[in-house]
């Protein structure tokens, strides 16, 4: 089995800043990808940033240039640094996992991000 655990939602003005970590551990072989997903009310899934072995990144062109993904391979680990943040950013940000020679998505349980305008 694989956990993924998230941290780091919370409340913030628009224009400042959070910082979302995810975990992940278990019978973990090598992990292929990570990323985070957000979902806000009225409003399809959305794939924020992601990152997969070898380095390559993938941002959703509404957050190019304010967030920025970071993998530290060794501890299974992502961060999702997010600047100047916007109302529209608000929603449940979801980090997933998938392992090599896998196409199944294991999930955190969320985490809420709520910008005030």
């Known amino acids: 089995q694989v956990q993924v655990v998230e941290s780091g939602g919370g409340l913030v003005q628009a224009g400042g800043s959070l910082r979302l970590s995810c975990a992940a551990s278990?019978?973990?072989?090598?992990?292929?990808?990570m990323g985070w997903f957000r979902q806000a009310p009225g409003k399809q899934r959305e794939l924020v940033a992601g990152v997969i072995s070898g380095g390559s990144i993938h941002y959703s062109d509404s957050v190019k240039g304010r967030f920025t993904i970071s993998r530290v391979n060794a501890k299974n680990t992502v961060y999702l640094q997010m600047n100047s943040l916007k109302p529209e950013d608000a929603g449940v940000y979801s980090c997933?996992?998938?392992?090599?020679?896998?196409?199944?998505?294991?999930w955190g349980q969320g985490t809420q991000v709520t910008v005030s305008a």
């Open positions: 997933y996992a998938r392992l090599v020679g896998s196409g199944v998505l294991y």
């Open positions: 278990g019978t973990i072989s090598s992990i292929a990808a």
